[in-house]
């Protein structure tokens, strides 16, 4: 059974940083694209950053690019979204996913991944 479990989240000022982390079981996540969305209230789900371990890939939305860094532990079947410098327009629930099938390429579309974690809540608030 396919499981992705997110954790790292939580309430840190602007400016602060945080690492979410994203582990997989259930199948070998080194050949599958692994990215990380966000949804915040009222708004739809938007990816910001994925890595795909075959070809290097590596793809981040414009406004996380230079703050959030995205890799992965291969051994330890874990992805990883380091934030830094983090903005109150970050605050959502942040979600790590898995395509379908291995060798596909990074997807910008929610609907091109079909394992989701639980989400995990960042709050950038002073």
């Known amino acids: 059974q396919v499981q992705l479990v997110e954790s790292g989240g939580g309430l840190v000022q602007p400016g602060g940083s945080l690492r979410l982390s994203c582990t997989a079981s259930g199948f070998t996540s080194r050949f599958f694209v692994i990215a990380w969305f966000r949804q915040a209230p009222g708004k739809e789900r938007e990816g910001v950053a994925c890595a795909n371990n075959i070809d290097g890939e590596i793809y981040y939305v414009d406004s996380v690019k230079g703050r959030l860094t995205i890799s992965r532990d291969n051994a330890k079947n874990t992805a990883y979204l380091q934030m830094n410098s983090l903005k109150p327009e970050d605050t959502a629930v942040y979600y790590c996913?898995?395509?379908?099938?291995?060798?596909?390429?990074?997807?910008?579309?929610?609907?091109?991944?079909?394992?989701w974690g639980q989400g995990t809540q960042v709050t950038v608030s002073s």
């Open positions: 996913a898995a395509r379908a099938q291995p060798y596909l390429s990074c997807s910008g579309s929610s609907g091109a991944y079909t394992y």
